[in-house]
């Protein structure tokens, strides 16, 4: 068994139980990387200002990256006896280079370790994060640019409202998960703090120089308060609560989906390599990936009141309760880029089905509130029309006919202001047409809209 780091007060060994109880190496070892990026860095501080000589600096470098090589080709020998990442890889680094790598620890304690290893994970997730949701971005700007013109009903309250395109409709989920964006870049700014230098709680009696580790790893600042740094978990809720606001967005979208895939609705298909079938039922073929991202929303909103509640009662500074915020945060984090793969993939691949969405436009009077504008317009109080064409629509449902499709000498029966150009406003097209400002469903706005679009998010990948 391997020696404990930190056995020397102790009289008997661990309890078994406890041992494998308190140990995280089965989930820290997602830090490996970051552990020894930040060790590396470390030690080169420590040289810098005169504590190790470079000649020991030189062993610890190669011992340190002769360990990741070993990690990242799955060789390297995790021992639970050693608790967590941290100890496993400094105790690895002593077998290997003898003495030298027991000068390593100084001036530094687990306790900024970890935290700035979650923090240099976290960074680089979430610029990984950053590049799948505008890969995504840009996908929807394809279909919607495909669709401007193509006609579908609104809805409200699962109800057709008015016509949209459905260019526009894309254009709104490409909003949505542009402010995803933007609440991740804001989060990545607090997550990029060293708090390394804290070192236990109180500081360090060595003399240390946080600004140029800070420089080594490509931290913006560092931490101002060494208890705040070791404890607080703060920025990743933040990362989770704005990973659990995508999550909801995501989950929006994939109920569409999986609405408009059926053939209830009949709006879409989604290629089969998207979907799955039955092993019972030949004829299925069922919209999984969606109905999964959907599902998976559940996790990651579980893993933000997990953290929330990890945090809630702690004193100042470090407590071992901390070492739960990592199977959650890792779990969202893989959660995320699983599902922003997932749908970088299909958003594209969607094969709209023009004809059933102006099928579905057609029916539900979806014009009703261009005829109420209309009477408007020729001077009717907006009260007053809503109140003429509900009478219309009436007569509609009990004909079975759209309003489009009722006589000139019917309308005016309601309202004698009614004349012949009424049927030009009564057209799908004619109403899209219409609410031609910014933010509508103009196929000419929509078609600014995603110019706009296009030109931010190619600054964006120049960053
Ligand atoms: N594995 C621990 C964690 O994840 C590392 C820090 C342990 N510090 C300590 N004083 N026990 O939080």
Not at 114 to 127: E, G, H, K, P
Not at 184 to 192: A, E, Q, S, T, Y
Not at 450 to 455: H, S
Request: net charge negative.
């Amino acid at each position: 068994m391997a020696k404990k780091l930190w056995d020397g007060r102790f009289t008997e060994a661990t309890d078994a139980f406890v041992e494998a109880f308190t140990a995280s190496i089965e989930f820290d070892q997602v830090l490996a990387p970051y552990d020894i990026q930040g060790s590396i860095a470390h030690a080169s501080m420590l040289e810098k200002v005169g504590i190790i000589s470079s000649n020991e600096l030189g062993l610890i470098n190669a011992g340190l990256e002769e360990i990741d090589r070993e990690i990242a080709a799955g060789t390297f020998p995790w021992s639970i006896s050693l608790e967590d990442v941290h100890m496993n890889i400094e105790s690895a680094l002593t077998d290997r280079i003898g003495n030298v790598g027991k000068t390593l620890h100084t001036g530094r304690s687990r306790n900024d370790q970890v935290a700035t290893d979650i923090r240099l994970y976290l960074r680089a997730q979430i610029d990984a994060i950053l590049e799948k949701i505008v890969r995504l971005q840009s996908g929807i700007l394809d279909l919607a640019e495909a669709h401007t013109q193509t006609i579908m009903p609104g809805l409200t309250h699962l109800q057709v409202a008015q016509p949209i395109v459905f260019g526009h409709h894309l254009m709104a989920w490409f909003e949505m998960i542009d402010r995803d964006y933007q609440r991740l870049v804001d989060c990545r700014r607090r997550v990029n703090v060293m708090p390394l230098g804290s070192a236990a709680l109180a500081g360090t009696s060595f003399p240390i120089d946080r600004q140029h580790t800070a420089r080594l790893l490509g931290f913006d600042q560092i931490s101002a308060n060494s208890l705040d740094a070791v404890s607080d978990r703060d920025f990743a809720i933040e990362f989770s609560a704005a990973a659990s606001i995508l999550m909801m967005h995501l989950s929006r979208w994939s109920e569409e989906l999986v609405l408009w895939a059926s053939p209830r609705f009949g709006y879409i298909d989604l290629p089969d390599r998207f979907c799955t079938g039955s092993s019972i039922m030949p004829q299925k073929k069922n919209p999984d990936v969606p109905e999964l991202v959907r599902g998976k929303s559940g996790r990651v909103f579980g893993a933000l009141m997990t953290l929330l509640t990890i945090m809630k009662s702690q004193p100042l500074a470090y407590n071992k309760d901390n070492q739960e915020d990592k199977e959650p945060l890792f779990d969202t984090v893989n959660t995320l880029l699983n599902c922003l793969t997932a749908f970088a993939d299909m958003i594209p691949a969607i094969v709209p089905i023009k004809a059933e969405m102006e099928n579905a436009a057609l029916q539900g009077y979806a014009t009703a509130t261009d005829l109420a504008d209309y009477l408007v317009v020729k001077g009717t109080p907006f009260r007053d029309a809503h109140d003429v064409v509900g009478r219309l629509v009436n007569l509609g449902i009990r004909k079975g006919q759209d309003l489009a499709a009722l006589s000139l000498a019917e309308m005016q029966a309601e309202s004698d202001i009614i004349e012949a150009d009424v049927f030009a406003v009564l057209t799908l097209q004619g109403s899209v047409d219409a609410r031609n400002h910014p933010g509508g469903t103009a196929p000419a706005q929509v078609e600014i809209a995603i110019r706009e679009a296009r030109l931010s998010l190619s600054t964006r990948i120049m960053d």
